[in-house]
């Protein structure tokens, strides 16, 4: 049992937060452009499970809209280097989970950050952003194909 007592935060999207330290994720090298924040908190609103929230837990103003490929219909395949798994201590493929960004574009669509996962491995909470620049590091499918 967990001696780290909950918190609160304050997010833009939910108003003031309570959350549990352990269900706190940490990026050891934050996220490109946010380096310096390194713990995220997940959420959702109710009834929506396509779309999450990524929020910092010090930034009240940094928020990501993330969700799970297979709500898009994709699925992924990807090589994780050594130091990668070692940054997530990564016992078994089975505890990772890839989350993608979203942003809004110009023209009101949305973009999917399809190069740039998040990869958490979800027993620890650790997690990195994966840049795919060699085609060769990963294979983008269609789910159930």
């Known amino acids: 049992m967990s001696t780290e007592r909950s918190v609160k935060i304050m997010t833009l999207q ?4 309570e959350i549990s330290p352990e269900s706190t994720l940490h990026f ?10 390194t713990a995220f908190q997940l959420f959702h609103e109710q009834g929506e499970q396509a779309v999450h929230w990524l929020q910092a837990v ?3 103003e940094v928020t990501f809209s993330v969700t799970e490929p297979h709500s898009l219909g ?3 395949e990807l090589t994780l280097s050594d ?21 809004s574009d110009d023209a009101g669509g949305v973009h999917i950050h399809r190069n740039a996962p998040l990869i958490i491995n979800w027993r ?14 990963f294979t983008l499918l269609r789910a159930g194909a």
């Open 83 to 103: 130091a990668e798994c070692e940054s997530l201590q990564l016992e078994s493929s089975e505890d990772v989970v890839v989350l993608l960004l979203l942003s």
């Open 28 to 37: 050891a090298d934050g996220l490109p452009g946010f380096e310096s924040l």
């Open 14 to 17: 939910f108003g003031e937060q």
């Open 74 to 76: 994709l699925a992924y």
């Open 124 to 137: 620890n909470r650790k997690g990195l952003q994966k840049s795919l620049t060699d085609p060769q590091e």
């Open 58 to 60: 010090a930034a009240p």
